[in-house]
């Protein structure tokens, strides 16, 4: 896979964008993604003006969009969360469980999708809690996490789940629970639950809305169908922890690497084959298919794709009367040492950005902040469109 990003996601929204737009019609936050994405790192969101104090060079940087759904501003909020964790993690093992809906359920999801994905949580969740206390007699916790692409950006709602192996019994007290290291719930029991549930969900969800007769066939065919659900042995080793974490938080529908090149009408990128073994090919698509698929994973304003379930929840952990230890343990320090890599990595890049890069020799520095230029109020889509080729 190339590692240069000689092509990025806004070069393909400029590319298409207006195409695109002429040809459906975008949500709000989708066109306010698009709009961002675009001019990320560009003047019109402000910047600063750096002088070389050597050669007197001059030199213009721009300020991030700061989009939850932008390739080029993902990474920093990876780092703040974990570093979030610190306080939070249990020193136990945990389990990577992997909740999947059959894609016959999509039509609900693009009708309302933020409906769609709060049952979906909901029903991961109250699976888990059952399941926890009918094997073990314990409320567990989990960390849960939206994903809704597959590789080559179809419509794939899923969510990963971090579960501990263990949880507080009737009386309060800590239990340890698993099943000789190798799985911590029957996944078949596990699924065939979680089914029961979400449907149930839809339906009592659907029939208050009086849609349900629209979806009572994407229903049906849902019951027919067998539902997986994958759990991952138990990651004892808390780096394993801190390296999911940062793997799986903020990940977004595609990243800039992946695109290979863009031509008139298509976009090349890379993705995985997972019933190839995951090998990684190259995908061809036309343009304004491309961002039709990237528009579906753009979340409803405000949704919280990241959530924390009991033992994992700051309300009920601190209900639960959970006691840390108070001596460092091998997690804080796994994790301080991250974190202290991550800064001293972040501080090599910030001194080499301040490095002139015309003499080589002197050092930029900042003379004046560049105001963010503010667009007259109009239509959304109209200033998008205005921003595009």
């Known amino acids: 896979m190339s590692l240069t990003n000689k092509y990025e996601l806004a070069d393909v929204v400029k590319r298409f964008g207006k195409q695109f737009i002429n040809s459906t019609n975008l949500s709000p936050q989708q066109t306010k993604a698009l709009r961002n994405i675009v001019q990320c790192r560009t003047a019109p969101?402000?910047?600063?003006?750096?002088?070389?104090?050597?050669?007197?060079?001059?030199?213009y940087s721009y300020n991030s969009c700061c989009d939850?759904?932008?390739?080029k501003c993902k990474h920093l909020k990876q780092v703040k969360w974990i570093e979030k964790l610190q306080e939070q993690a249990l020193l136990v093992k945990h389990y990577h469980i992997i909740f999947t809906v059959p894609h016959c359920l999509n039509n609900i999801c693009l009708?309302?999708?933020k409906i769609y994905y709060k049952l979906l949580f909901k029903s991961v969740w109250e699976t888990l809690r059952s399941f926890g206390y009918t094997h073990y007699g314990v409320e567990s916790g989990a960390i849960e996490v939206l994903h809704t692409w597959g590789q080559n950006l179809s419509l794939h709602p899923h969510i990963h789940c971090i579960v501990p192996a263990g949880g507080v019994n009737l009386k309060g007290d800590w239990k340890t629970v698993g099943k000789d290291d190798k799985y911590l719930y029957p996944v078949r029991q596990l699924s065939a639950a979680f089914k029961a549930k979400?449907?149930?969900?839809?339906?009592?969800?659907?029939?208050?809305?009086k849609n349900l007769s629209g979806f009572m066939n994407d229903i049906q065919k849902a019951y027919e169908k067998k539902w997986v659900v994958y759990c991952e042995a138990p990651m004892s080793d808390v780096s394993q922890v801190i390296k999911y974490l940062g793997q799986y938080t903020n990940k977004i529908a595609i990243s800039n690497n992946r695109i290979q090149n863009i031509t008139k009408d298509e976009v090349h990128f890379y993705a995985k084959d997972y019933r190839d073994n995951a090998t990684v090919k190259l995908v061809k698509m036309k343009g304004v298919e491309f961002l039709r698929r990237?528009?579906?994973?753009?979340?409803?304003k405000g949704f919280?794709?990241?959530r924390k379930f009991s033992v994992y929840n700051a309300r009920a952990r601190k209900k639960l009367n959970l006691q840390f230890k108070e001596k460092k343990s091998d997690f804080d320090e796994l994790l301080t040492q991250a974190i202290k890599e991550e800064n001293e990595t972040e501080n090599s890049?910030?001194?080499a950005l301040k490095r002139c890069p015309f003499c080589k020799k002197g050092t930029m520095i900042v003379v004046a902040k560049l105001p963010r230029i503010r667009s007259p109020p109009a239509h959304l889509p109209t200033l998008l469109y205005s921003i595009l080729y």
């Open 111 to 113: 009708w309302n999708d």
């Open 349 to 351: 890049l910030e001194e």
């Open 45 to 59: 969101l402000g910047g600063h003006k750096e002088v070389c104090n050597s050669c007197d060079s001059v030199k």
């Open 198 to 209: 979400l449907l149930a969900a839809f339906k009592k969800e659907l029939r208050k809305l």
């Open 68 to 71: 939850r759904h932008c390739p």
């Open 294 to 300: 990237f528009v579906q994973h753009v979340l409803p």
């Open 304 to 306: 919280v794709r990241i």
